[in-house]
């Protein structure tokens, strides 16, 4: 029998409460790294990348582990379903334990009252619009944190955090279930009907499926040794100098100076192999037109310049291009959402959710509730009922636009700062008709859009998708799923409060737990002392952004010769893809020629040379990170 075929002994309906354990210990350490790697020493960003590190090399030990006991203890050992099911847990945790969402949420709770003086006028500004159950406000529990070596279990320290962490964990916990809902929803169109790629879950189902197989690929140890190499040598520069550097990142080719060029910016290429790698299993259009559209924003700034303008409003155009993108697929896809919504009122209709992960009414459910807390969290801190309404109208379609862009294309990284809802309202309306309460609960909402990078909606549908190719069962991947939101939150909380007390945000902290607030309150700060009001340029944008991404998409359905997907305008505008933009030029040109030379028999064989990158590079990035932890100290990250 294969090695991968032990899945097929599963019952699909089956719960492992053993692997559910097993999972919640990988949960709690993988919250612990991703505290430790990426907040504390700062070494490989393990959760920026589409493709989380920590929960790529957590497979890699568990199939390692996995091999000699199927040979020597087949009891013992874990099947495909099992591996994938763990697989899972990770990522979601990954979610909420990365900095890009618990370095970004602890930061908002504890910095505004810490760090309000005379000077800022923070407390006058905006302190008494805060309500005491989503900050802590006392000074001296907050003292420890800052400064560390202290103890957080004392009722001075304790006590002041329970509310906030509470009321914050069940915000996520609600918010994270309704993007599981919207998943359901969404699952069969995208993976069913319209046969989207998922390139993101090419790398651990090829793990898991034949494991030794692919560990006995001469093409991918190939892969993997240049990786490695690369890494190893660069890893021990950062630790003792006199060892080479090999610099393959973010190189600046040139800058002009003089007036247009200039505009263009730095033009920098980097050589990320786990970029090239992802992004191999990219369809050519899409990844043609991700780097094309880089260039062509480039060119657009060189333009606007010549003719006057100061800018071309490419954070603007990139809101606009989100929103036009989550809501396209929707509407292509109208006619089976339609037939759902007749399945979840109980009309007669020509879908069924037999083999869904849960019933449509179900979901529905589970997200109305989720959605019903949402508002009342929101309405109780203090937003107007119309604000709670337009912050939700812009999210939700910003987030299934990353969803989209990850089971579609599956990039590398998809990067939204300063395309938040928070941002463009305050565009569109202006700070005053906005009005204090709601700019400042806005501010605290912040954290969980700042740039979308480890948004869960994404690896919720990929875990679905996962669960489908690989005959997991859906019941044990959801209730996995579910399981380590609601132990992951609290969880994730507890250990990032623990470890601050002790080590001292100000004093070991070399993250963004450390500097985030700043950006977060001096920008409501800078909303309140200058008020602002709705800005026709930035409007401007954010229209044409839409109607081009939606003008982009016409252009694609209707004809099959046009070469360019919305989806890479909508990743390379603003900040989106700007490091990656050459590594994915890479990856295009090596698919492009290997489909020409040798057609798809070529591109089987060469597969696993790429995912060989993608694995070198996340296990040396791992590794660093670990050996950081290990001997306390800051260490080479691979990626950032």
Known sequence: MRSGDSQLTDNPRQIKGHILFLGVVLVAINSYWALMGSEVWHSTQ?????????????????????LPLKRFAPRLALSQADLLTLYTMVVMVTTISGHTMMGYLLPVIEHAFWYASPENEWEQLFGTHVPDWIAIKDKEALRGFFQGESNLYTPTNLIPWIQPVVAWSLFVIAL?????????????QWTENEKLSYPIVQLPIAMTTDPVAFFTNRWMWIGFGIVAVLDLINGLHYITPTVPYLNIKNQTLFQFSANPWRAMGPFRISF????????????LDLSFSCWFFYLFGRMLRIMGAAVGLQTVYPFEQSVGAWVA??????????????Q????????PGQVTDDDEPMRYRTAASLGMLGLTFLVFFCQ?????????????????????????????????VHTLIYVDPGR??????????????NLTILTYLYPLNRCFRANPMPSELEALRIAERTNIGYRQVLTGVILTIVFGIFFTFWVYIHMMYDLGVNSKARGWIRTMGWEFFN?????????????????IGIGGGFGFTVFLMVMKIRFLWWPFHPGGYVLTTGGGLGREWFAVFLSWLAKFIILRVGGVKLYRQAVPFFLGLILGDYTLGCIWSIVGIVFQMPTYGVWH
């Open 46 to 66: 393990l959760t920026i990348a589409s493709l989380f590190f920590n929960a790529v090399f957590t497979l890699l030990v568990l199939v390692l582990i996995n």
């Open 176 to 188: 994270w279930l309704v993007l599981l809902s919207l998943t359901v929803f969404l699952r069969k």
């Open 272 to 283: 990320y192999p786990f970029v090239i790698g992802l992004m191999f299993f990219t369809p």
């Open 325 to 338: 993108l989550g809501m396209i697929p929707i509407w292509m896809g109208r006619k089976f959402y339609l």
């Open 340 to 347: 759902v919504i007749r399945r979840i009122v109980g009309l």
């Open 380 to 412: 109780q801190a203090g937003m107007t009922w119309w604000a709670i309404g337009l912050f939700f109208a812009i999210y939700f379609p910003m987030v299934i636009a990353i969803t989209r862009s990850r089971a579609e294309i599956g990039p590398p």
């Open 424 to 437: 463009t309202m305050v565009t569109t309306l202006g700070t005053r008709r906005l009005g204090i309460p």
């Open 523 to 539: 920008r409501l700060q800078n909303w309140l002392v200058h008020p602002r009001e709705p800005n026709v340029g930035e409007l």
